[in-house]
């Protein structure tokens, strides 16, 4: 199978390329500046590819236009804290941008790729679940994880009829430098979860809200 993984230099994209890796697929690992990880590895690399970049998204879709996708895994994102006392409206935006509306670019940049049997990833956050929050806060990442689940949903409708099947997934709360280091999960941990989720996945339960531990998300 062909896998192409966005933000896959490090982190969870990082463990995400280097497990199909081993179980002996061919990776494609989009990202801005690739580590030293990632070049390690055998995966093809297209880098210098900045999400809030349309330009940029158009060339990675060229440099892919001859290659079928089985499996496109959207990765890319960014987390910001605002808060009411703590508000950054340019933040905000660049959190919308890149977290929910690049995705949906990524994809359908891509599209002419995707065939019958071939599988999108979104890799959200439970904490774009309205019934899950009970903390407040976070403006920009909520309402773009939010916005995320929304349009891959509905590209889960668009895309039945082509036989694409769709994930929306929350890879746990995961030790990554976006967070600090903080959480309860390894990337490594985090990455295996949703590589089973997205075996699991199919036409039937297309467009679902999943945990990477396997279970069901409120929106």
């Known amino acids: 199978m062909h ?28 990202c801005r500046k690739a580590s030293s990880a990632l070049h390690n590895s055998k995966a093809t690399i297209i880098d210098n590819i900045d999400m809030l970049d349309q330009k940029a998204i158009e060339s990675m879709a060229e440099a892919l236009q001859s290659k079928d996708i089985d499996i496109l ?44 049997g071939s599988k999108v990833a979104f890799i959200t956050s439970r904490m774009g679940s309205i019934n899950d929050n009970g903390s407040g806060s976070y403006y920009g990442y ?35 430098d976006m967070v600090g280091g903080a959480g309860d999960i390894s990337p490594a941990e985090a990455a295996a979860g949703l590589i089973s989720r997205i075996d699991e996945l199919n036409l039937e339960n297309s467009g679902t809200f999943w945990h990477s531990n396997g279970d069901i998300l409120p929106w």
Request: some cysteine; overall charge positive.
């Open 3 to 30: 896998i192409v993984i966005t933000g896959a230099n490090k982190g969870i994209g990082l463990s995400l390329t280097q497990q199909y890796l081993a179980q002996g697929h061919a990776v494609t690992a989009i």
């Open 73 to 116: 895994i959207n990765n890319a994102g960014i987390f910001c804290c605002e808060s009411l006392n703590n508000f950054d409206h340019k933040a905000i935006q660049e959190q919308l941008h890149i977290n929910s509306i690049a995705p949906l670019s990524v994809t359908h940049a891509l599209q002419k790729q995707l065939n019958n």
């Open 142 to 176: 909520r309402m773009s994880k939010a916005a995320l689940n929304a349009g891959g949903k509905s590209l889960a409708i668009d895309l039945k009829p082509r036989g694409v099947s769709v994930a929306i997934l929350h890879p746990g709360f995961v030790q990554t």
